[in-house]
């Protein structure tokens, strides 16, 4: 894939998590908090499973080889639910920006480190003092959009 290519789907994916966290904080108000969660999962899964059948390599067939994942690694889901009712509880306090702001410097912050020590597989990247001032310019940015 190429690199600008690369960028635009990223950048596509930013967008649209963007708009999760409004999306689902709207849902929660019908069904419940814990509800919305379970049924934005619900409805990716279903996606996933459909995208999978019809275009992956392999299919569905090819999670028989799941058992020789480390077990970091099957954490993925776990995760991703963790943020979507983070996400959906706290987008009516912080507002779209402040809670995109605060995860992304989230995001940012964890990255940083990751690319560092190079964990979960991902090659080491040096700690240059660009990546430490974007930090922490985020970090401002994210102070000034929370601030009533």
């Known amino acids: 894939m190429s690199r600008p290519l690369a960028l635009a789907l990223a950048v ?3 967008c649209l998590v963007g708009m ?4 689902n904080a709207r849902l929660r108000l019908s069904v419940g908090e814990w509800q919305a969660a379970t049924f934005s999962f619900l409805v990716g899964t279903v996606a996933l499973v459909i995208v999978t059948t019809l275009v992956a390599k392999g299919g569905l067939s090819e999670l028989r080889h799941v058992r020789g ?3 970091w690694a099957l954490i993925g889901g776990l995760l991703g639910a963790v943020y979507v009712a983070v996400a959906l509880m706290t987008v009516r306090t912080l507002g779209a920006s402040g809670l995109t702001g605060a995860v992304i410097a989230g995001q940012l912050a964890v990255s940083v480190a990751i690319d560092r020590f190079g964990l979960f597989g991902i090659g080491q ?5 660009t990546r430490i001032l974007g930090l922490l310019f985020l970090v401002v940015g994210v102070v000034l959009i929370v601030r009533t």
């Open 125 to 129: 990247q040096p700690l240059a003092l």
């Open 20 to 23: 999760q966290a409004p999306v």
């Open 12 to 14: 596509t994916a930013g």
């Open 69 to 71: 994942a480390p077990w």
